[in-house]
């Protein structure tokens, strides 16, 4: 699971998207520990698990562009 310290209150959209990128992270390895997988599983648990930081990443940097917007607006930055 991936923690951003730097954002400062909880988000629990942030906290609903890290856990499952942990839980796509956790099962590829699983799956991988019990048995040799085919192709086809590999390409479907990399995709799974690069959506899932895709998503993180969108909603943290969405966050992010939100807030300074927020508070620029709040300085009087666009007036």
């Given at each position: 699971?991936?923690?951003f310290?730097?954002?400062?209150?909880?988000?629990?959209?942030?906290?609903?998207?890290?856990?499952e990128l942990?839980?796509?992270?956790?099962r590829?390895?699983?799956?991988a520990?019990?048995?040799?997988l085919?192709?086809?599983?590999?390409?479907?648990?990399?995709q799974?698990?690069?959506?899932?930081?895709a998503?993180?990443?969108n909603?943290?940097?969405?966050t992010?562009a939100?807030?300074?917007?927020?508070?620029?607006?709040?300085?009087?930055?666009?007036?």
């Amino acid at each position: 699971m991936q923690h951003f310290p730097a954002f400062g209150l909880s988000c629990l959209e942030r906290d609903r998207l890290a856990d499952e990128l942990g839980e796509a992270q956790t099962r590829g390895r699983n799956l991988a520990r019990l048995r040799k997988l085919t192709l086809a599983e590999r390409v479907s648990l990399e995709q799974r698990e690069n959506l899932a930081q895709a998503r993180l990443r969108n909603h943290v940097g969405s966050t992010v562009a939100n807030r300074e917007f927020g508070s620029r607006k709040k300085s009087g930055a666009f007036l």
